[in-house]
């Protein structure tokens, strides 16, 4: 799909309603977002689709929007971010390849999940929003949690390589050689007996 010119805010925007999926579609090049979701819309599932070249965020959920999940999905080259949810009771990927320049995950008052998924640069997570990583997700850049956002590694399998500020996901850097890349790998601050980690209770502050 490309951006019809009278419709400034996405170049599919999802307003108002229930139970929406989409399949296999390819998104590009809209002015501001690829996907939108808002106006309370729930139960919008977002598969195998590729969104691309957007001047903002490539999937957006935003004013009250939940359970919009996004899947086996591409989402790269954006003037902001992979994925934004504002003000959004739950956006979660799954199986999804996020590559952006400017942020990947960028939450605002929301609830933001990423499963078994590859993302690729700078994550952000601010104004009370949390983030979770698990099964297996790598994020291949900087966690930064501002502004009364946080973020959960969820189990031992995530993968974080760079810095991260977020009180329930640190980082350990291992001794540098001259031969080798300095690498940072995620560790579990609230371990669950006979292993694993403690995911966190959504909706606590």
Do not use: K
């Not at 009250?64 to 959004?88: E, M, Q």
């Not at 952006?100 to 499963?115: H, K, M, P, Q, W």
């Not at 994020?139 to 949690?145: F, M, Y």
Request: net charge negative; charged share 20%; with cysteine.
């Amino acid at each position: 799909m490309s951006p019809d010119p009278g419709n400034l805010n996405a170049v599919l925007r999802i307003t108002s309603s229930e139970r929406v999926r989409m399949e296999n579609l390819s998104i590009a090049d809209g002015a501001r977002n690829g996907i939108q979701g808002d106006d309370a819309s729930v139960l919008v599932d977002i598969v195998g689709c590729e969104v691309t070249n957007t001047g903002r965020d490539g999937i957006q959920a935003s004013s009250g929007s939940s359970v919009v999940r996004v899947t086996d999905s591409t989402v790269t080259g954006h003037g902001r971010s992979a994925l934004a949810a504002f003000n959004a009771d739950f956006l979660e990927c799954v199986r999804c390849d996020l590559r952006t320049d400017a942020f990947n995950l960028l939450g605002v008052d929301s609830v933001l999940s990423a499963v078994g998924s590859s993302i690729l640069g700078y994550t952000v997570v601010e104004e009370f929003s949390e983030l979770v990583l698990r099964d297996g997700s790598s994020l291949d850049g900087d966690l930064a949690c501002q502004l009364g956002g946080d973020a959960w590694c969820g189990d031992a399998s995530v993968d974080v390589t760079g810095t991260a500020s977020c009180g329930h996901c640190a980082t350990l850097a291992p001794a540098a050689a001259a031969s080798v890349i300095r690498r940072a790998t995620t560790r579990c601050l609230a371990p669950v007996h006979g292993g694993g980690c403690l995911a966190p209770v959504w909706g606590a502050r």
